[in-house]
């Protein structure tokens, strides 16, 4: 029993540190890109999709520390916002709007100018894939690390979580679905239970 009892710990802390769900990929579904073919300063597009096929951007401008919407994509549409080193980016995070907006065009159209600051900072991205039918569920959670040198900017790394609940900002951990979450302490109470009446 004591073995059982190890392993269920270790499934278990690896699902807090890891999360259970979405594809992860690194450093090449996000481009920051000349925005002068829409009269801005850059753009910044993401890819709604693993294999990085389907695309969507938007286009700002940049005044010091200062960015402005221009433009962006007439499809299912990025939601961008301000984020920060080991933050939970999430739908409950958004919900409780713990990030500044950018742009959000899900359910309501808003953009604001946004103070990155100078130096090295993190954009938040959710958006989604149309399934076919016209639902397109938000479930790619993503960050982006930018350095603004002077109203210049640069993209430094990122990551994307395909089909999860959320991604935990400068890391590649996936926020654990809720559900899983239920059923992971269930069976791992169960087994705690089950523990102390033997000895008893």
């Not at 269920?8 to 090449?28: D, E, K, M, Q």
């Not at 433009?71 to 549409?77: A, I, K, N, P």
């Not at 989604?128 to 993503?142: A, K, L, Q, W």
Request: glycine letters at 10%; one cysteine or more.
């Amino acid at each position: 029993m004591k073995s059982k009892l190890t392993i269920l710990i270790f499934i278990f802390t690896s699902f807090l540190a890891n999360g259970w769900s979405g594809v992860v990929i690194t450093g090449t579904n996000v481009t920051l890109g000349d925005g002068s073919a829409d009269f801005a300063d850059y753009s910044l597009t993401v890819f709604q999709d693993e294999l990085a096929i389907d695309p969507t951007s938007i286009v700002f401008n940049v005044s010091g520390s200062t960015m402005t919407i221009v433009g962006s994509s007439l499809d299912e549409g990025s939601d961008w916002f301000l984020t920060s080193i080991n933050q939970e980016f999430s739908e409950a995070s958004i919900t409780a709007s713990a990030h500044p907006v950018f742009i959000k065009q899900t359910p309501i159209y808003q953009d604001f100018p946004l103070d990155t600051g100078l130096g090295d900072f993190y954009l938040g991205v959710n958006t989604g894939n149309s399934d076919g039918v016209g639902f397109t569920p938000r479930n790619i959670y993503g960050w982006a690390i930018l350095r603004n040198d002077s109203g210049n900017l640069s993209l430094l790394d990122s990551a994307f979580s395909y089909g999860g609940s959320g991604i935990i900002v400068g890391t590649t951990n996936t926020v654990p679905e809720p559900s899983s979450c239920v059923f992971i302490a269930t069976g791992f109470s169960a087994a705690f239970i089950r523990r102390n009446r033997k000895q008893n």
